[in-house]
């Protein structure tokens, strides 16, 4: 257990890969997910959007209702996750998820889905596009407004 620990604190501040392992006929199959690359997130985003909008439900019987609906873009999620290229995504991405969807459980599959969003860096990612937008070349800011010095008053004065 220890060992474990050390390891996944390890993996965790060199930014490796987290493991898993799935059970298929009586052996486990060992899997990883890497911080997730660019291409990677569009692929993601667009199974994602397959869900359309999730109501949350008021009973037990709408929760099973929506799985049609949610667990194939789900598994394909992580499938599009665990492959993390281009090349493997188009030539492996639907077998490997339709085999995680007859694999995992509902609770496997909550792990695994927190999993990708702590490797997909979003947050960096939106750092980035903020960053980026702020040196574009088109848009003008003046400083003065920005520091609240502009001379014109406002509405609330």
Do not use: H
């Not at 799985?67 to 492996?92: D, H, Q, W």
């Amino acid at each position: 257990m220890e060992i474990e620990t050390v390891n996944r604190t390890a993996n965790t501040i060199l930014d490796n890969s987290e493991n898993f392992k799935v059970k298929f006929m009586g052996m486990n199959l060992k899997f990883g997910i890497r911080p997730l690359r660019l291409g990677t997130l569009i692929f993601i985003t667009k199974a994602s959007a397959q869900m359309g909008d999730v109501i949350v439900p008021e009973n037990i019987v709408s929760v099973i209702g929506m799985a049609e609906k949610t667990a194939r873009p789900m598994s394909r999620v992580i499938a599009y996750s665990i492959l993390n290229n281009r090349t493997g995504i188009k030539l492996f991405g639907g077998m490997l998820a339709n085999f995680l969807l007859w694999r995992l459980t509902p609770s496997e599959l909550l792990i695994l889905i927190q999993l990708v969003i702590k490797q997909s860096s979003v947050t960096d990612f939106f750092s980035c596009t903020v960053l980026t937008k702020g040196i574009s070349p088109i848009k003008t800011v003046d400083p003065l407004k920005v520091a609240g010095l502009s001379g014109e008053k406002s509405p609330a004065q």
